[in-house]
């Protein structure tokens, strides 16, 4: 009797794992599919809430006085739409950003790679991790508070607000999304090409050099462009650090401002809801939005083109 008895409870269990893993495979792409749809659906609102805002500002200002004109002073009695000084400010504190970012980030990424030990890159990766973490806010009180006293005393001239400070910050602040993806990169190559370039009798530095980093070319070209996609979208840092003075001027001790700045200024209050001031962050937003689009293409363009498969 003991034996039926066992032989049905372990049936009734198969069984029960059985309708288990029936409804798991029944529901679980569903829901998989239902995260993705919206995903997509959140994306393609953003895109049309953007369309539609960006087309009731050019109703009222012309979009060729947008792209050319030199003044941008939307609150002004005359007001001026011109996105060049918006456009100046944010890629000037992205090239001094990428200044600070690609030749520290790379180097780290090549020593992480080929000269440390495991027990070091275990040390050194979590540091870089809560570099990342840091919240931009953070980063932007540290640039005015700290980086910028200490221009000042070996460039006078620089103004409280400036371009130099919030870029090198901003800089700090990537470098951990170059070091990481380049050294991701790098990691991939396999190991028998720096054996066979040590073979025929190359230094350490040599093989990093003239071995890993052109055979992990396209991904640090892409981390590359990446960081620079996001230097360009920072927001917090450029609009404590930064200051408001929308100019096409390339000196990087005085105040600029950047589109993302601009739209905090304009979001805080500055402008009423329905103005033309107010649908200006709109369309300043689907330039940043397609500066950042077109980054982005270029960059899996790049890892596309050049990739390497081992």
């Not at 980086?147 to 901003?170: C, E, H, K, M, W």
């Amino acid at each position: 009797m003991k034996e039926p008895m066992n032989h049905s409870i372990r049936e009734l269990i198969a069984e029960k794992s059985t309708r288990r893993t029936k409804w798991a495979e029944i529901m679980m792409p569903k829901f998989f599919l239902l995260c993705a749809i919206i995903s997509i659906l959140t994306t393609i609102g953003i895109v049309l809430t953007l369309f539609s805002e960006t087309f009731s500002f050019f109703r009222e200002v012309s979009i060729l006085e947008f792209i050319t004109s030199a003044e941008w002073y939307p609150l002004h009695n005359d007001p001026s739409y011109g996105i060049r000084p918006l456009i100046t400010g944010t890629l000037v504190i992205a090239a001094i950003a990428m200044c600070i970012a690609i030749p520290i980030g790379l180097a780290t990424a090549i020593y992480l790679s080929e000269y440390a030990t495991d027990k070091t890159r275990r040390t050194i990766k979590p540091i870089l991790e809560v570099l990342a973490g840091i919240p931009t806010i953070v980063y932007g009180f540290f640039a005015l508070t700290f980086v910028t006293p200490l221009l000042q005393r070996f460039i006078p001239d620089v103004s409280i607000y400036n371009a130099l400070s919030p870029g090198l910050v901003v800089g700090i602040m990537i470098i951990p999304m170059v070091a990481s993806l380049s050294e991701d990169a790098m990691s991939a190559v396999p190991r028998s090409m720096r054996e066979g370039a040590f073979a025929l009798g190359s230094t350490r530095f040599e093989v990093a050099v003239k071995v890993v980093l052109p055979a992990a070319l396209s991904g640090v070209i892409a981390s590359f462009v990446l960081a620079v996609s996001r230097a360009i979208g920072e927001t917090m840092i450029v609009t404590v650090a930064g200051g408001s003075n929308p100019t096409t001027s390339l000196d990087v001790t005085s105040a600029v401002q950047t589109m993302t700045a601009y739209i905090v200024q304009i979001s805080l209050g500055d402008a009423g809801y329905g103005t033309t001031e107010y649908y200006s962050i709109y369309a300043v937003g689907m330039t940043l939005f397609i500066f950042t689009l077109l980054m982005n293409v270029l960059a899996h363009f790049i890892s596309k083109r050049f990739r390497e498969v081992y």
